[in-house]
């Protein structure tokens, strides 16, 4: 698959704080992989359509008026901010935050050095990690575990595959639901709406064990955590053996 090099000369300054696109070739609909030179700042484009991958190199940003859609996965070294959505084949990695007006969506993992926030929901096949906060107007669904340094918020749910993870609280307006650890570290609330009482089920924050944090609204149901569900197989040399969770990722042998 080709690959597109966009350096500085594809770009003109403007009063902003981001440089708009000039380039020849049309972002909005790509047959290949989009590269941007590094120490750009945020370079600004009217939309991204790809079949490829997206990648801004450390030092540039991405600013998008409409939104992004990319064949394989988005590496980029500072952040993203796009007036839609951004939905990928792959995964998203940010070195900064990524503020999206509507939705984002992953085939993979969404990663980011500071925030992720969108106006509806967030979904990602694997797991959501942000140095600080993660925030959705709807839901949020992960297949995998979700991690904030600070707190998560959703409008609507929170739907984890794996476990939980927040520096601060967590609330959500439906029901907050993960198999495994729910590690909070300050204060929990499940079932917050404003216009009308919560059902049952939305007010259920359930998960394979409350490790901390404390249930200020919802209702605490624990359903256990099956030994062999915090291990992973590993094969080595024809042999395969189960090993804690903790020990693989500390080894970079799984996610």
């Known amino acids: 698959m080709k690959t597109?090099?966009?350096?500085?000369?594809?770009f003109k300054k403007t009063d902003n704080y981001w440089m708009d696109y000039i380039g020849k070739e049309d972002i909005s609909n790509y047959d290949g992989n989009v590269e941007i030179e590094g120490g750009l700042g945020y370079v600004k484009f009217n939309s991204i359509n790809i079949k490829g991958a997206l990648l801004a190199n450390a030092g540039s940003g991405i600013k998008v008026g409409c939104g992004i859609t990319v064949g394989y996965g988005i590496k980029v070294g500072?952040?993203?901010?796009?007036?839609d959505g951004i939905e990928v084949g792959d995964g998203i990695e940010v070195g900064d935050g990524i503020e999206v007006g509507y939705g984002i969506e992953a085939g993979s993992s969404i990663k980011a050095g500071y925030s992720v926030k969108a106006g509806a929901g967030i979904e990602a096949g694997d797991g959501i990690e942000a140095g600080d906060g993660i925030e959705a107007?709807?839901?949020?669904?992960?297949g995998s575990s979700i991690k904030a340094g600070y707190s998560i918020k959703a409008g609507w749910g929170i739907e984890v595959g794996d476990g939980i993870k927040a520096g601060a609280g967590i609330k959500a307006g439906f029901g907050i639901t993960c198999k495994k650890s729910l590690n909070i570290g300050l204060r929990i609330f499940a079932g917050l709406y404003l216009w009308r009482k919560p059902?049952?089920?939305?007010?259920e924050i359930k998960c394979g064990k409350l490790e901390s944090g404390e249930v200020c609204y919802g209702d605490l149901i624990?359903?256990?955590?099956?030994?062999?569900?915090?291990?992973v197989e590993i094969t080595c040399e024809g042999k395969t053996v189960k090993?804690?969770?903790?020990?693989a990722i500390a080894l970079n042998l799984t996610k």
């Open 199 to 203: 059902t049952k089920e939305e007010l």
């Open 78 to 83: 500072c952040g993203i901010e796009v007036g």
């Open 4 to 10: 597109l090099k966009l350096t500085k000369k594809d």
């Open 137 to 142: 107007g709807f839901g949020i669904k992960a």
């Open 243 to 247: 090993i804690s969770r903790e020990s």
């Open 222 to 231: 624990e359903t256990g955590i099956e030994e062999d569900d915090d291990k």
